[in-house]
């Protein structure tokens, strides 16, 4: 059978922001659809009732199958429900659809039907557009996340874009050409394509209402649709985002990593205008032009910190920085904004000139 997801969607939050899902589905005739919820993990979520039930014009919602073995006769056989409590999502997959299974559902947490839930409209057609499964990204607040965009044609000059799912659209947020959008700035990177034609997006500074639905692809391609959710219980220390300094003068600034992970390479990059340049990594290397002014001052292995010191400042040294650590195909970044002010003239004006 055809599996068959998301046609649109945008994020709901009738009760509380911690499940969110696909408001739209559209599935074929004979073929199947799943609908996948996230939920933040705490542990009344995790051990709750998790249920879907189907909206009747009386406006009451008639439970179909819930965690507690309950299935409506109506639906025996061709509906199943997978709950996943480490990844904070369960997933509802009906097959055998039936053009009578169009209409208004709830999928939720909770004892009652009204509780924690996400509103969806299913619409089964004839034919419907194929698209592949969503995959789960998890962060922490104020941490960073990497997701890997599907291979693609290694030859392609096609725009990368990264975009969020609204109700009948998806609204860019960053591409490949050097747009990013307001809320992002300094903190998101699309990478060149790798030699497989796959690319990550690289998002730090992570903040809650980054969770949600979104797209990474090329244009004109089948784009990965992808769930990312940020824990709001983090443990990440909050650290500043800006710091000043006079031209002439130096900046230090301590940048942290999970110090239990083994990263290839500890770095410093230049962001601006959605792509980031190297400056210098713990290998030794030092772009041209911060030589002798830029260094890798300290690093503490047991707390995953390192310090960056920038000697000699210009005004042309304001800017978003990033620092970031590999480790594979995953990268952990923070950034931090640079503001250089003209350095101070000190003169003495007698009062007294005659």
């Known amino acids: 059978m055809v599996f068959l997801f998301l046609?649109?969607?945008?994020?709901?939050?009738?009760?509380?922001?911690?499940?969110?899902?696909?408001?739209?589905?559209?599935?074929?005739?004979?073929?199947?659809?799943?609908?996948?919820?996230?939920?933040?993990?705490s542990p009344a979520n995790k051990y709750d009732r998790?249920?879907?039930?189907?909206?009747?014009?009386?406006?009451?919602?008639?439970?179909?199958?819930?965690?507690?073995?309950?299935?409506?006769?109506?639906?025996t056989g061709r509906v199943s429900l997978k709950d996943i409590p480490q990844n904070g999502t369960f997933m509802v997959t009906m097959t055998d659809l039936r053009s009578s299974d169009t209409g208004s559902y709830r999928c939720g947490i909770g004892i009652t039907n009204r509780d924690l839930y996400v509103s969806l409209n299913l619409t089964v057609l004839a034919d419907a557009e194929v698209l592949g499964p969503t995959d789960l990204v998890q962060g922490m607040l104020?941490?960073?996340?990497?997701?890997?965009?599907?291979?693609?044609?290694?030859?392609?000059?096609?725009?990368r874009f990264w975009c969020k799912l609204g109700r009948s659209s998806c609204v860019l947020i960053a591409d490949s050409d050097g747009y990013v959008g307001r809320s992002y700035q300094g903190r998101i990177f699309?990478?060149?394509?790798?030699?497989?034609g796959a690319f990550k997006?690289?998002?730090?500074?992570?903040?809650?209402?980054?969770?949600?639905?979104?797209?990474?692809?090329?244009?004109?391609?089948?784009?990965?649709?992808v769930a990312l959710q940020v824990t709001t219980a983090s443990a990440l220390p909050k650290r500043p985002k800006f710091l000043s300094g006079t031209v002439g003068g130096s900046l230090s600034w301590k940048c942290h990593c999970d110090p239990k992970g083994a990263y290839e390479k500890?770095?410093?990059?230049?962001?601006?205008?959605?792509?980031?340049?190297?400056?210098?990594?713990?290998?030794?290397?030092?772009?041209?032009?911060?030589?002798?002014?830029?260094?890798i001052a300290s690093s503490d292995q047991e707390n995953g910190t390192y310090v960056v010191v920038l000697s000699h400042l210009r005004e042309e040294d304001a800017g978003w920085y990033w620092c970031g650590a590999?480790?594979?195909?995953?990268?952990?970044?923070s950034s931090v904004k640079l503001h250089i002010q003209k350095e101070l003239i000190k003169c003495c004006i007698s009062l007294e000139l005659k």
């Not at 590999?326 to 970044?333: D, F, Q, R, S, Y």
Request: net charge positive; proline share 4%; charged share 20%.
């Open 326 to 333: 590999n480790n594979g195909h995953t990268e952990h970044t």
């Open 201 to 225: 997006v690289l998002i730090n500074d992570l903040r809650k209402e980054d969770s949600g639905l979104y797209r990474c692809g090329m244009e004109k391609l089948s784009p990965l649709v």
């Open 190 to 196: 699309i990478t060149p394509q790798e030699s497989s």
């Open 7 to 41: 046609l649109a969607a945008l994020l709901q939050e009738p009760v509380s922001s911690s499940l969110y899902g696909p408001r739209f589905l559209t599935g074929e005739v004979g073929g199947s659809v799943t609908h996948q919820c996230f939920y933040s993990i």
């Open 266 to 295: 500890k770095y410093l990059c230049r962001w601006k205008e959605g792509s980031c340049s190297l400056l210098l990594d713990a290998d030794g290397f030092v772009h041209e032009s911060y030589k002798g002014r830029i260094q």
């Open 50 to 75: 998790k249920y879907c039930c189907r909206i009747a014009r009386s406006g009451v919602c008639f439970t179909i199958i819930s965690t507690t073995g309950y299935i409506s006769k109506d639906y």
């Open 142 to 159: 104020r941490g960073s996340v990497t997701v890997l965009c599907p291979p693609s044609d290694t030859q392609s000059s096609k725009k």
